[in-house]
């Protein structure tokens, strides 16, 4: 990259996601958040730019969807892309266009891409042995190949990578493949595909991205290296399927572009399709992905890397007359309460639910993703930090402030903005901790620094916090300070006192408009500013004394316990769901003789009390009647299962009556309580369905 180069514009794309199931928190997270921030930040500067965003709406993950449902691909994309667009409309991410990968604009671009790389030689044509399925009479995609992973041996597989042990794998390496569309085991069979040869522009790409962008993200340019310091293959860029667009060679029957050299191609065809829509607004396409006055970013998960750095740079150097990524701020992953986000698994926090459950509250996640982004390690989302967030910081720090000032303007001065007078020392380290606040956030934004813009933003409302809590305008006002002269304490210094805290909260509804668009425009509306302007950020005297202000309000809610419980809830029900759909009941022991069995005597007994052991966690103590006429004690480790053990009082349980005694915590046990592990790996005892009498005989 040109050291400090300057463009006239920047073109931002944002990872289009499959049209396969909705928007969660860790594609916010990881992509469509931090992409808003930065768009919204450069036209806040008055900056030429474009959000390109869109729905993958091709590609082994939809047909899986539809097979699955018993639906065609174009309904599921349909229900998808809209399901979508819709809740990032609702989250405030704010796309110039969002369109979609089976447009006709895109299907004629894609292919004319393709057709003019056939054409001038730039793909190479090769045969390989892939797995078949003479059955569904189909070549079969990695995604359609299960089978025993050769690394874990998890017999749950995909032919492209293992999800219990993360190797990325390919279908040639599984353990007894099979097919997930018949379920026989496929056969390898030759077929045709052109192939885009990446080891051709091996060096051209070690030269620009190695020593071109030493700036980019620690993570992305590592990756790039390792990929780049091994020796870079051919790779597909066709695939055997019957969804998707049809690849325009001759001889290429049943064959579709991959999805991967078709998806970031919706980018520029979305691009086109805006244009053409509105050319006196935006030009043509050419200007925002041939003109080198514009800067290309692009924002994407850390699984996304490799597409967008080395293979979709490949493709438009090899078509020729594209800018390249001048920057490519990929985020690593965010985990969901200590666990792997999973869409197969339901393991997720759904935008589209979280709209509804949480009302009115999308700043409040557009923070805290913010603030737990995962910019450089993978990072955690957990649902009590949540409403910690929101409770001590937005609702104690920034929202306490502005209503404290906005309120005791009201009281005090009718709602009018006060005479600032002649500044003390307190005043002026207010004023002077935040005015370079501008060049800070401005220096973190342009270095994709987006938690760390954020936590600045925040720290103008710290500065507000503390300065009107040392400065208790409310006692001036009563009490007049003693040290200043005679007419310049009381209601003259509370009118300065609120004054700069009016001043205050105007910055903060402008350093807060690309990370909380929602609360800002409230706060705007609540301070009657007409506009948002970025250059006015940090002055101390944005509203004028006399301003009339607007009915002040509370920028945000605290959260109580029992709806953050609602969503651990939910969460708690999706992880016993998962258990029990996978459950495999453990693999029976060896065969023992039947003798082996007769030697134990197992019975039935009434449990007439159960407690817990005193200072032992583990251990309930059972009193049984056993059916002799004496009680019998039983010591069991199962008091982690039972948080109530006097529920267990009544109920007839199934207990070894010949074991030998033994001391468990001073106390002798004399048997032992049978008892069954569920596949949440929860456990119960085991009952008898009737009322059977204490000291029957199991057999």
């Known amino acids: 990259m040109e050291e400090n180069r300057k463009f006239k514009r920047t073109t931002v794309t944002s990872a289009l996601p499959y049209a396969n199931g909705g928007v969660h928190i860790g594609h916010l997270a990881g992509v469509y958040v931090p992409a808003d921030i930065y768009v919204r930040y450069l036209r806040l500067k008055g900056e030429e730019v474009m959000f390109i965003g869109g729905s993958d709406e091709h590609g082994v993950p939809v047909t899986m969807r539809a097979r699955k449902e018993g639906i065609t691909p174009q309904d599921v994309v349909d229900r998808y892309h809209k399901m979508i667009k819709d809740s990032f409309e609702q989250f405030g991410i704010s796309f110039d266009v969002y369109s979609r990968t089976t447009s006709k604009t895109h299907h004629k671009f894609a292919s004319d891409f393709f057709r003019k790389l056939y054409e001038e030689g730039k793909l190479v044509e090769e045969t390989t042995m892939q797995y078949y399925d003479e059955e569904a009479k189909q070549f079969l995609a990695d995604r359609y190949i299960t089978g025993e992973c050769p690394h874990c041996h998890n017999e749950g597989a995909y032919g492209d990578q293992c999800e219990k042990c993360g190797r990325d794998l390919s279908p040639t390496e599984l353990i007894n493949p099979k097919s997930t569309i018949s379920g026989s085991q496929p056969v390898l069979k030759e077929t045709k595909n052109w192939y885009l040869p990446l080891n051709e522009y091996q060096e051209w790409l070690k030269q620009w991205i190695l020593e071109g962008h030493k700036e980019w993200r620690p993570n992305v340019y590592g990756q790039c290296k390792s990929w780049l310091d091994m020796d870079l293959q051919p790779r597909a860029m066709t695939r055997d399927l019957d969804w998707g667009i049809p690849v325009p060679v001759e001889g290429a029957e049943g064959k579709v572009l991959y999805v991967w050299f078709d998806a970031p191609i919706g980018y520029i065809s979305n691009t086109k399709e805006l244009c053409e829509s509105n050319p006196e607004r935006w030009g043509t396409w050419q200007k925002w992905w041939q003109d080198d006055e514009t800067r290309l970013v692009h924002f994407i998960g850390k699984d996304n890397i490799v597409f967008h750095c080395l293979i979709f740079p490949v493709m438009m150097k090899a078509h020729g007359g594209y800018i390249m990524p001048d920057n490519v701020p990929a985020n690593e992953f965010l985990n969901l309460e200590n666990d792997k986000i999973s869409t197969s698994r339901n393991w997720a926090v759904w935008l589209h639910e979280y709209l509804e459950d949480m009302p009115g509250k999308q700043d409040v996640l557009r923070y805290v993703l913010t603030a737990n982004a995962p910019e450089t390690k993978d990072n955690n989302f957990m649902w009590k930090d949540f409403q910690e967030r929101n409770n001590s910081e937005l609702v104690a720090i920034y929202g306490n402030f502005v209503n404290r000032a906005l309120q005791l303007t009201k009281k005090y001065f009718n709602s009018i903005v006060p005479e600032c007078g002649e500044l003390l020392d307190i005043d002026k380290q207010a004023i002077e901790e935040f005015k370079d606040v501008k060049q800070k956030v401005e220096q973190l934004l342009d270095q994709f620094k987006f938690r760390d813009a954020q936590k600045e933003a925040m720290n103008l409302a710290r500065i507000g916090n503390k300065y009107i809590t040392d400065c208790e305008p409310w006692k001036e006002w009563k009490n007049p300070s003693p040290t200043l002269p005679e007419g310049e304490g009381g209601p003259k210094r509370v ?47 944005i509203l004028p004394a006399g301003h009339q202000l607007g009915e002040p309000s509370l920028l945000f809610e605290k959260l109580e316990d029992d709806v953050i419980q609602k969503q651990i809830d939910k969460l708690e029900a999706t992880k016993k769901a998962n258990a029990a759909a996978n459950y495999k009941a453990a693999p029976v022991k060896e065969n023992v003789p039947f003798e082996t069995f007769e030697k134990l005597d197992i019975r039935v007994g009434l449990i007439k009390d159960c407690q817990k052991v005193k200072k032992s966690k583990k251990l309930l103590q059972f009193t049984l009647d056993d059916g002799s006429g004496q009680d019998r004690t039983i010591c069991s480790g199962i008091a982690a299962f039972y948080e109530n053990p006097e529920e267990l009082i009544g109920k007839r349980v199934l207990f070894v009556a010949n074991f030998e005694p033994r001391k468990m915590m001073g106390i002798e046990s004399q048997g032992m309580i049978l008892s069954a592990v569920d596949s949440d790996e929860s456990l119960s005892v085991v009952t008898t369905t009737k009322d059977v009498k204490p000291g029957s005989q199991v057999g």
Do not use: H, V, Y
């Open 495 to 541: 009118a300065t006192i609120l004054n700069i805290c009016l001043q205050l909260s105007a910055n903060l509804s402008i350093a807060f408009e690309p990370f909380l668009p929602f609360s800002s425009k409230k706060l705007r509306d609540m301070l009657c500013m007409k506009e948002c302007n970025w250059e006015e950020l940090g002055n101390t005297n």
